[in-house]
Structures are given as structure tokens and as C-alpha cells.
T-cell receptor, first 115, second 113 residues
Framework: KQEVTQIPAALSVPEGENLVLNCSFT??????LQWFRQDPGKGLTSLLL?????REQTSGRLNASLDKSSGRSTLYIAASQPGDSATYLC??????????????FGKGTKLTVNP | DADVTQTPRNRITKTGKRIMLECSQT?????MYWYRQDPGLGLRLIYY???????NKGEISDGYSVSRQAQAKFSLSLESAIPNQTALYFC????????????FGDGTRLSIL
């Protein structure tokens, strides 16, 4: 069974700070790992997808790393802005023994960036 | 216009009622999914469909049914709603599972009294 854990559950930082969000998973046999952003009252927006063969992906001020052997991923946000305030979720695809497929999500880290 | 559109956005109804949540997409994706999100439990997969003729149960399908009317449309039904089905429901699409990001609608907030 695949379990995804995100720590911390909530994080509050002043504007301009660099920060790291953590994601860990129990089964290292993953195809890829995604980081999503969820704004209140909205759906999820995919931020970055890291293939299992990659170690990191970058998009603007965001950098996601993946260490399959240790079952960990981090999302680094540089020079945080109030507009970055949202809940960030990581997710990995998983195929059960019965053959059903699903995306297993962490419970998210709620980020607040204070002006 | 949104790539993945869910209707209604909000719904309040009573126990025992039949409810249908609808999802349509303009991305041309074959794969569509229904999730529910609950505080403290995260997102959980209800049903998924790889094409019009292929529908599969997710981890929490009991009490739900789905219909894939066309490549672009995937509806979720609660045949007899109960209060513990109160949640935020999301529809999502993907081109190729495991290789492409999933695209989510803005959700339907469902409250069952």
C-alpha cells in the first residue's frame, strides 16, 4: 500500500523568504511524482511533474526534487510572495494488486505568505 | 473557458435524494476521474474511466455510480444520498496516466442534510 505524507501540515512565512515543503512516500516503485497547488474553493493545478528517472524539475521560482531511494520529494519556493499562499499537495500514481490505478495524494501543506 | 467544467458548483440536498454531478472537458483526453476531498482525509478516488467503454471502481465506489456518455462527459451519481457523502467532489482528466498531469475541475461542494 502506498502512503504519502506531507510535513508540515501548515506553514506561515514572511514575504521574500525561501521555503521548502516536504513529501514522503512509502513505496519507492513510482512512475512519477506531482506537486499540485489548491486555492480555496478551487480545484487542483498541477505545478510540476517529476518522472522517476529525473532528480528535479524547475518552473520559475519553483524547484521540485525527487529521491526515490529515500522515498522523498521536496518543493522549494524561492522568494515567496503572498500570491503563493495556497495548499500544496504531492501525489504519486499507484497500481494495486487488483490492478486498479489511482493517484495517491498527501493531505497537503497549507502555506501562508504574510506581506 | 475552463478545460474541465463541473456542474453544479454547489448543491445542498436531503438524505435519500438522487443526485447527479456532471463533468465535461474540452481537452480531448480519454481518461477521466472522480475524486472526493474531505478535511483530514485528503483526496480519494471514486471511479475512473479510460474511455467510453471502460469504467473502473476506485477505492471508495460504494454508494456511487458513474456514466461516461461521451469522451468529453463523465457524470457521477449518488443514488440515495447520505450525510457522510457530504464533501468536495472533483473531476479530473489525463491524457496518459502516469505520464501526464491530471487536470482538475473547480469542484462541486455537496452538502447532504
Amino acid at each position: 500500500k502506498q502512503e504519502v505524507t506531507q510535513i508540515p501540515a501548515a506553514l506561515s512565512v514572511p514575504e521574500g523568504e525561501n521555503l521548502v515543503l516536504n513529501c514522503s512516500f512509502t513505496d519507492s516503485a513510482i512512475y512519477n511524482l506531482q506537486w499540485f497547488r489548491q486555492d480555496p474553493g478551487k480545484g487542483l493545478t498541477s505545478l510540476l511533474l517529476i518522472q522517476s528517472s529525473q532528480r528535479e524539475q524547475t518552473s520559475g521560482r519553483l524547484n521540485a526534487s525527487l529521491d526515490k531511494s529515500s522515498g522523498r520529494s521536496t518543493l522549494y519556493i524561492a522568494a515567496s510572495q503572498p500570491g503563493d499562499s495556497a495548499t500544496y499537495l504531492c501525489a504519486v500514481p499507484f497500481v494495486t494488486q487488483g490492478g486498479s490505478e489511482k493517484l495517491v495524494f498527501g493531505k497537503g501543506t497549507k502555506l501562508t505568505v504574510n506581506p | 473557458d475552463a478545460d474541465v467544467t463541473q456542474t453544479p458548483r454547489n448543491r445542498i440536498t436531503k438524505t435519500g435524494k438522487r443526485i447527479m454531478l456532471e463533468c465535461s472537458q474540452t481537452k480531448g483526453h480519454d481518461r477521466m476521474y472522480w475524486y472526493r476531498q474531505d478535511p483530514g482525509l485528503g483526496l480519494r478516488l471514486i471511479y475512473y474511466s479510460f474511455d467510453v467503454k471502460d469504467i473502473n471502481k476506485g477505492e471508495i465506489s460504494d454508494g456511487y455510480s458513474v456514466s461516461r456518455q461521451a469522451q468529453a462527459k463523465f457524470s457521477l451519481s449518488l443514488e440515495s444520498a447520505i450525510p457522510n457523502q457530504t464533501a468536495l467532489y472533483f473531476c479530473a482528466t489525463s491524457d496518459v496516466w502516469g505520464n501526464q498531469p491530471q487536470h482538475f475541475g473547480d469542484g462541486t461542494r455537496l452538502s447532504i442534510l
